[in-house]
Structure formats: structure tokens, C-alpha cells
């Protein structure tokens, strides 16, 4: 099996300066990209900044013959590393929306500060960034994106309400993009890792966070960037070496007229129906991925 190489592939990863980015870049620039290494090099609560992160990185790259250029730009400012991108290498053709913070706090106790950051950082970046790339994907009719979401963005986690809902946006975001960018041969997909760095070494038992290596998660991003991949609109959940797709499930379900016997007392009857997610040859359970998938249930209405 050939080797996926990316050579002549120009790479934009946000938050490279450590942890998942750190492992992507170097990564990416093993394979021949050149790589865009973007870090802001703040704290985890993102204050402070030093291009100290980004410049290590890049010379980690060069030493074995890499090809990386740094750029200290927040990723609330995505236009500019795209500019650094364009400049230095002429074009742009995979983007890893990478780059994070935490301000953890229970819903009671979270400001308004805490809670916009969080968005401004994960969420804005990402629409900074890709919002640049979009024009240079759609013309050269080539372009790849990876949105970090987490396993908060998919299921919740105390303590987390900005940062969950930063992250489920991205789903959807990236969802959105791959439908869109189809036609232009712009994969989006979201992965949802779980990795050892700093944002996970003070609530990840140590025995459980030493079989988290970052560098785990690194040959999924690579095979979903790649020319050749056409995996897109999907979720990927990824640690520790396991890989796999989240998708959605809807239960049977129960159709109801569109009559005065469309009550709370009906639903309340029928409840056990519409959880019903065993029955799956009656009224099976569907994986809808799209609006279209809403045309079986119009069907199915017609019949009552
Ligand atoms: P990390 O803190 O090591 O890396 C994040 C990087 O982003 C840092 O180097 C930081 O300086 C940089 N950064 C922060 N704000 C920035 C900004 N405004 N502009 C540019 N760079 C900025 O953490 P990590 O674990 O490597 O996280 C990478 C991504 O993976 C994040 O989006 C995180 O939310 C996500 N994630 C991580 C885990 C995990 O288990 N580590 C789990 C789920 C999701």
C-alpha cells in the first residue's frame, strides 16, 4: 500500500504549538506539506500569548527538512493566518480547526465573560478561518476540513456548559460545510478526540491518561485530509487508537393525524412508541443524516 503523502499540499493547523496541533503538524510535514503552524502560545484559560509555541514547532519541522512557517495570530483573527498561508506558499488546501481553550464553571456560576470567550475562541476561530479558506477551496476545487468537536459537544459534561455548546456547534458547522463544499470536492468531517495534553492531565486518572498519546489521533486527521479520502459530513469519535463514526439514531416513532386526536393524552398513551428504538422490523429505526431524510416521513403521513 502506497503511502499517503502530501507533498505540495499547503496545511493550516490552529493551536499547533502543543498538544493535538504539535502532533498534527509534524505529522503533516513528515508527509511533505507545507505546514502553516498557528498558536496564539496562551495559557489553557487563554491569557497571555508568546510566539515562543509556534516558533519551537516550526523548528521541530525543520530539523528533519520540513517545511513550516509560524503565525501568532488568534484564531478570532482567521484571516490572517490564511494570509500567511497564501503568502508563503501560495494557496491553501486542508484546514484543521484545532485551536481551543478551557474556562470551566458550572452553569450557576459562569460569566458572561467565560462564556463568550470560549465561543469566540472554538467557534468564531473556526468560522474566521474557514470563511478565509472557502474562496481558495471553491476555485481550485479542492479543500479539506477538520473541525475539533469533543465528546462534551456530543453528550454534555458538568462544568462545561460554553465549551459543550461550542463544540456541538462545530458539528453542525462542519455538517453544513460538507454539504455545501460536495460539489466543490470539499470534504468537512468532526472528530471528537480524547488525548493527553494539557487540557485533559488534571481530570484524566494518570494510568487511563498515559494510554491517551495525541499522537493516536494523528493518522485519522492525516486519512481524512488526504486527496484521496472521500469520507465527509461525518463525526469520528477517536482515543487511545480507537476509531469510530457517530451517527444519529431515530427511534420508529409513531405518526400521529393532524386531527383533534393529537393530544399530550395521545402522546402520553403512546409514548413507549415513539422511544421505541428495538422494533426494527414494523417501523425500524432510521439514521437520518440530512433534511432529506424527512421525505419518508412525509410519505408515511400520506398513508394515515
Ligand atoms: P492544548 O491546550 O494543548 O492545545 C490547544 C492549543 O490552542 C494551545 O497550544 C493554545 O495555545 C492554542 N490556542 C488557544 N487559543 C488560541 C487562539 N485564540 N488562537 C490560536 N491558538 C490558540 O489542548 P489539546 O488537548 O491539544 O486541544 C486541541 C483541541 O482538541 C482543542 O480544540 C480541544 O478543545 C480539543 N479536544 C481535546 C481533547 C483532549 O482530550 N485533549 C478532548 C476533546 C477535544
Known sequence: MSELNF????????GAGGGLGREYALAYARRGAKVVVNDLGGSLAGFGGSSKAADVVVSEIEAFGGIAVANYDSVEYGEKIIKTAVENFGTIHVIINNAGILRDSSFKNLSEKDFKLVLEVHLNGAYKLTRAAWPYFKNQKFGRIVNTSSPAGLYGNYGQSNYALAKSALIGFGETLAKEGAKYNINANIIAPLAKSRMTEEIVPKDILERLGPEKVVPLVLFLTHETTKATNSIFEVAAGFYGQIRWERS???LFRNDNSF???AILNRYEKIFEFEDKTFSPVTYPSGLNDYNT???????L
Open 297 to 303: 416521513l412525509y410519505e408515511k403521513a400520506k398513508t
Open 7 to 14: 507533498t505540495g499540499k499547503v496545511v493550516v493547523i490552529t
Open 263 to 265: 393530544t399530550p393524552e
Open 252 to 254: 420508529s416513532g409513531e
